[in-house]
């Protein structure tokens, strides 16, 4: 039995093609893992929103003090209602101004818009402390775990297991009433140690997989250039459900910091973060119900940028639903 | 309704069956295509296939070839969103895609059926084994039980009845693949089983219904090695005693081998050539086909050294070669770019090729 | 199974003991302690003394440790320190409430959540898909004492369809004991169904793609049969764990809510006895919660040996 194969050569061998059907490879375009990333969340119309709206987010509480109409301490008509205006001699000047409310005044005669964007600076400051807090003590508590292994993994990993059994908020009010009162400081750190857990479990999956592969790394490799592409992408791999997770809980620690301040637990009364702002609403909701609402609003809208925006982050990085929760 | 169906088609059946000329299954010009984002995927590219009855035919291909969507395209249960979007399938003279979603639903599973590859997967973790093939025997055999939601879902919560029909039935084809204790593994569920066991599951609720055609994707890749043998053996077997034609589909050479009487050689969308499987493996003609039985390592010429086909399988989207096999192909002319091969004669007993460098006219070279 | 049933039970109950002893020397450690908030200005050292010995407080911790045990174990939970009520009497009143709460909420919750999640995902890409997508969205944006503020607004001020304050107990009737509850349990429900129903549409849809999927085309099985009888049951397993964990959302929910609406639950006394640093009665409420968390956690994971047939049965056979 004779094949042939080979044996009769045409004009054409193998991998050879006339002129006019040459084709430049059309090999399969490289995606950095940041193209990959922004074709996902541009493509994704329900995380552009997310997108647009964290950067309005940030950018009121970075600019807050030039975006505001009015001063903070600024009081004008009592409880005016949303879209109205008060009379008045606000500056000072001996004449009548009209002064223009776009969401109405509280109690004390605050506007509520600048309330709101100064509460964005608290709130997302206080978010952010929070969510540093979480992360810090959550990677060294994920890393020892997973690198050391053995009796210190056990622990720590009953350790996070006994955590998960307290919901965040009880968990949060335990620790204020442990640390003596109110008070932003001891807000965050009681937030913030909440949500230990997630973080903790995360990186440790991610040390314990990048343990993994550096042995079949040093198995296989050969060259060099291996492994410096392997770092290229392995470690986007690796921080990316770290992101996507800090994306994530960003707007869980403004949820439960509004919950805390809402029960009377949080910040004190003079830190005017949007969960204060609701609560100090909530007694005149059925003669001024803006004063609530518009907090809440804002909460809402902000919450829901960052899990829209998270969300599309985690179908651009590819990562499985499990791997980072979300609540 | 599906009673009614089938007892319609095999009336027709009857009286095709009757003009000898019909073969059981007959794939005439077959396009099916995928769009894409980058363009239209033509998986299948007029293709014609046909089988006999008490045939076994070989459909070889490597991963990329089409074969997986040309299977699928047969049983009508291609993925969203490809579709076919010419040519034709005869089953027992009557085309498939003339027919309603309903007629379709009738078929499969009963006159034709299939098997997967991976039998780890394809079977529901939450029905037993004996509920799974049970119910391929209540839609498409007259057993008196009810296929309505509301039956199906009783059945799912309490099980299915012991003694009924159906289940009974199960039994005996759990005992037909050789899986011992079958009464009592009946009632088992898949995780239970093991790898060789599962695959025969599916090839026992495959031919539950006694189809007329059996369509086994990949059936032992899956699979051990020795398993592999086993099953093979087992579906020769049973092809007699269910009266069954089978159309394997694989890339293992060895698979056809060891079952086919026909083969046809599958390449980029394309058949590149049929014949008897000895013939085949006697007197490869096309191109493609020598280059694979040369790159396989065979015992009775073990000193043979091994040839690889050089390149990859081509993206099939848009392909600009007539001939889709030209850019690898050691014996390639400019015609074999420009003018698509028909298919010729090249040996025995309906032995052809889709090459412009073969068949008669190679004679006169 | 019985292993695996044993072990989980087993992992409960150390839980619980953790957490109680967390609670023990947690409660211990606050700064200024229950005896001077109690006392306030009125406290001399004599009286900060005799109420630390009546509260046993001056007790070696070990024996204070052991009598709490022992307390517990015999379901013995003291008094409130304010009050000088029983504090089960007290923990009784407020549990019902909170519990009815939770109940409607998860009930409406999982309602709404089941169906929604399977429309979803059998209508990919179609506008009720991105209708549920985006309402799932915002349910899980607004924080449940949000919602019922916003309820409370609508249904009570504005069209004054509902009570906004107060509880009806059962015993008064059911359609009053319902009306008190239906808008916190809805306020609570939303957010919890929210993400429910999220994890209803992803799960089918992956069961969707699964191989047996096709194989059950392939057989001719009709499309609902299919979807309920084929794909449902794989696509629920990760819906019951996602419903058991976020019951503490639920638990969450309720605490916050019972504020806006005024009821007088277990978040009322949990949030009163913190500022009044009644221990007593907030390490009990704190058990309370622990406890039922743990053990929806261990319901969730007993009710896996129903719906997945690879945990009842264990591993493979030859």
Redesign the interface.
């Known amino acids: 039995m004779n094949t042939e194969f080979g044996e009769n050569r045409g004009t054409y061998g193998p991998g050879e093609v006339p002129p006019e059907y040459e084709q430049s490879a059309v090999a399969e375009e490289f995606t950095t893992t940041r193209q990959r990333l922004v074709e996902g969340v541009l493509g994704d119309r329900m995380a552009l929103f997310g997108a647009v709206v964290i950067l309005l987010f940030i950018l009121t509480a970075a600019f807050a003090p030039y975006i505001a109409p009015y001063g903070e301490e600024q009081t004008f008509g009592f409880m005016k209602e949303p879209l109205s205006s008060s009379q008045g001699d606000f500056d000072d000047d001996g004449e009548l101004e009209q002064a223009f409310h776009p969401l109405g005044t509280d109690s004390f005669g605050h506007d509520i818009l600048t309330r709101l964007i100064y509460g964005a600076q608290v709130s997302l400051l206080v978010a952010l402390a929070t969510l540093a807090v979480a992360f810090t003590f959550g990677t060294a508590i994920g890393i020892l775990a997973g690198y050391h292994g053995g009796w210190v993994d056990s622990l720590l990993m009953r350790y996070v297991d006994f955590q998960w059994a307290f919901p965040e908020l009880i968990l949060g009010v335990a620790i204020i009433a442990l640390s003596g009162g109110l008070g932003v400081v001891n807000v965050v750190i009681a937030i913030g140690i909440a949500y230990i857990d997630d973080f903790a479990r995360l990186i440790r999956g991610e040390v314990l997989s990048i343990r993994e592969e550096e042995y079949i790394m040093a198995a296989q490799t050969v060259g060099m250039s291996d492994v410096r592409i392997m770092t290229k992408e392995i470690l986007p791999n690796a921080v990316a459900p770290l992101i996507v997770q800090a994306t994530l809980m960003l707007p869980l620690a403004i949820l439960a910091e509004a919950g805390l301040s809402f029960l009377g637990l949080g910040v004190r009364p003079t830190t005017p973060t949007w969960g204060l702002l609701l609560s100090d609403g909530r007694q005149f909701i059925s003669e001024a119900w803006w004063i609530s609402v518009m907090p809440g609003l804002a909460i809402m809208l902000t919450v829901l940028a960052f899990n829209m925006f998270g969300d599309g982050l985690r179908d651009a990085f590819d990562i499985d639903e499990g791997e980072v929760e979300a609540r | 309704m599906?009673t009614m169906d089938s007892v319609d088609s095999s009336a027709e059946a009857t009286s095709a069956a009757e003009s000898d000329a019909t073969s059981l299954l007959e794939v005439a010009g077959l396009r099916t295509q995928f769009p894409t984002s980058r363009g239209t995927v033509i998986a299948v590219d007029d293709v014609n296939l046909t089988v006999e009855r008490g045939e076994i035919v070989g459909l070889v291909g490597e991963s990329g070839s089409g074969k997986s969507v040309f299977a699928q395209s047969i049983?009508g249960?291609v993925d969203h969103p490809g579709e076919i979007v010419g040519g034709d399938i005869r089953l027992d003279g009557e085309s498939l895609l003339d027919k309603s979603d309903a007629a379709?639903?009738?078929?499969?599973?009963?006159r034709l059926?299939?098997i997967?590859q991976?039998p780890m997967?394809?079977?529901?973790?939450?029905?037993t084994v004996g509920e799974q093939i049970a119910?391929?025997v209540r839609?498409?055999q007259d057993v008196g039980e009810s296929?309505s939601?509301p039956a199906?879902?009783k059945r799912?919560l309490l099980g299915a009845t012991k003694n009924s029909e159906a289940w009974r039935r199960a039994i005996e084809m759990l005992e037909a693949v050789e899986i011992p204790e079958a009464e009592s593994r009946a009632g088992?569920?898949p995780?239970?089983?093991?790898g060789g066991m599962r695959q025969r599951a599916?090839i026992a609720?495959a031919l539950s219904c006694e189809p007329d055609l059996l369509i086994a994707d990949e059936p032992t890749t899956a699979l051990d090695v020795t398993v592999q043998a086993q099953i093979l053996d087992e579906l020769r077997d049973l092809k007699d005693e269910f009266d069954t034609s089978i159309l394997i589909i694989t890339h293992d050479l060895a698979v056809v081998s060891e079952v086919c009487d026909r083969v046809a050689v599958m390449y980029a969308g394309e058949i590149v050539e049929q014949a008897d499987a000895r013939e085949l493996?006697?007197?490869?003609r096309h191109?493609y086909t020598?280059?694979l039985?040369?790159s396989t390592p065979r015992l009775d010429?073990p000193n043979d050294r091994l040839?690889p086909?050089?390149?990859n399988v081509p993206?099939l989207i848009d392909i600009?070669?007539a001939c889709h096999f030209?850019?690898?192909?050691?014996?390639?002319?400019?015609e074999?770019?420009e003018i698509a091969p028909d298919f010729r004669p090249v040996g025995e007993d309906g032995h052809e090729a889709a090459c412009l460098?073969r068949g008669p006219t190679e004679e006169q070279l | 199974m019985r292993r695996y049933v044993l072990k989980r039970v087993a992992h409960a109950v150390f839980i619980m003991w953790l957490v109680a002893t967390t609670v023990f020397f947690g409660l211990r450690a606050i700064p200024g302690g229950p005896v001077s908030a109690m006392l306030g200005q009125e406290s001399t050292p004599e009286a900060a003394q005799a109420l630390r010995q009546q509260l046993g407080l001056n007790d070696p911790w070990y024996v204070q440790y052991s009598d709490w045990m022992v307390d517990l174990a015999t379901f013995d939970f003291g008094q409130s320190l304010t009050t000088s009520q029983p504090v089960a009497e007290l923990v009784m009143q407020a549990a019902p409430r909170t519990a009815s709460i939770g109940a409607v909420a998860v009930v409406v919750g999982l309602g709404v959540a089941v169906p929604a999640g399977i429309v979803s995902a059998t209508r990919k890409r179609e506008s009720v898909d991105y209708l549920a997508t985006v309402a799932a969205f915002l349910g899980l944006s607004m924080p449940a004492f949000f919602v019922g503020i916003l309820l409370a607004l609508v249904f009570g001020v504005w069209l004054d369809l509902l009570p906004v304050f107060g509880y009806t107990p059962l015993a008064e009737g059911v359609a009053p004991w319902l009306e008190s509850i239906l808008l916190p349990g809805v306020a609570v429900g939303l957010p919890y169904g929210a993400v429910v129903m999220r994890m209803m549409r992803s799960s089918l849809l992956e069961v969707l793609d699964e191989p047996y999927m096709k194989t059950a085309l392939a057989k001719g099985v009709g499309s609902r049969v299919r979807l309920y009888k084929h794909a449902l049951q794989n696509a629920l397993i990760p819906v019951v764990t996602v419903a058991g964990i976020q019951l503490a959302l639920v638990l969450v929910g309720s605490v916050t809510v019972e504020l806006v609406f005024g009821i007088q639950g277990l978040g009322r006394l949990l949030v009163d006895s913190m500022l009044d640093r009644n221990y007593p009665v907030t390490q009990v409420v704190i058990l309370l919660v622990s406890a039922v968390l743990v053990f929806t956690n261990l319901a969730v994971d007993l009710a896996y040996t129903a719906i997945d047939p690879r945990i009842r049965y264990g591993g493979e056979s030859a």
């Open positions: 599906n049983m249960i379709l639903e009738a078929l499969r599973g009963g059926s299939m997967f991976d997967n394809s079977l529901n973790p939450t029905l119910e391929t839609l498409h296929v939601l199906e879902l799912k088992d569920y995780h239970e089983f093991s599916m609720m493996f006697d007197n490869p191109p020598q280059g039985i040369a010429a040839t086909i050089e390149g993206d600009p070669y030209a850019p690898r192909c050691p014996e390639a002319e400019r074999c770019f460098r």
